[in-house]
């Protein structure tokens, strides 16, 4: 991810001679990338700490929790709302209130907010509606965060501080990589259904309220019901 950010940076810079030494000169690049390492780290590390308690409210956690945590684990139910029968909701994943409350409060709560600052970065996958969307990565990152601190729960006891500051990216790959996936198939299903999608997010979490969402294994699709999507 840090090599990534790098090369896009010098690109979208005109750094020719950065990048071409960054694809050259590996003992270069390792160094460089450890300043861009650094600060994502502390970035994940921070929205953790951000989410947990947003978390532990959303689901009621407390002590005794551990079968109520396994249940949100599985198939990732804990990225769909639910209606009032507590029914999952499929076609609106990612639409939890919890995951719209970490994303707003952790990248658009303010002028200064990451969200905020990069508005012009937030584009449409779609030529003809220039409405912006939520980026995979960005609703990947949280989930992943929302599936750590749900981990953090699943003995039953609450978390000691240390776990409740630390997040290990390495260990959460494969959630982040399933999320991704999840989203990846949405898109494949339908453009217009994606875009609704994370048109619908960018929306909720631009706002101080998320009224537009309803209260409420490494694979989603359990849950998941793409022909159910809105494509509006």
Known sequence: MAMRALSTAAYEHKE??????????????????????????AF?????????????????LKKGCADQVEELLKSHKYIFPTDSNGKVLGDQPFCDEGIVDILHQSMFDGENSIGVRSHEDFVSVLD?????????????????????ILMDWRSGNPPSSSQVKSFNATLHISVYKAHEATLTRIFECGKKKYHALMARLYKAVSVSQNMLLPAGSLSNFDYLNVDAMSED
């Open 128 to 148: 003809d509606n220039d409405e912006p969307e939520l980026p995979v990565a960005m609703v990947a990152l949280v989930a992943t965060i929302t599936y750590a």
């Open 16 to 41: 020719r001679a950065i990048l071409k030494r960054l694809k050259n000169d590996i003992d270069y690049a390792a160094a460089l990338a450890s300043v861009p390492e650094g600060r994502i780290s």
């Open 44 to 60: 994940r590390t921070s929205i953790k700490k951000l989410a947990h308690q947003i978390v532990v409210s959303r689901f009621g």
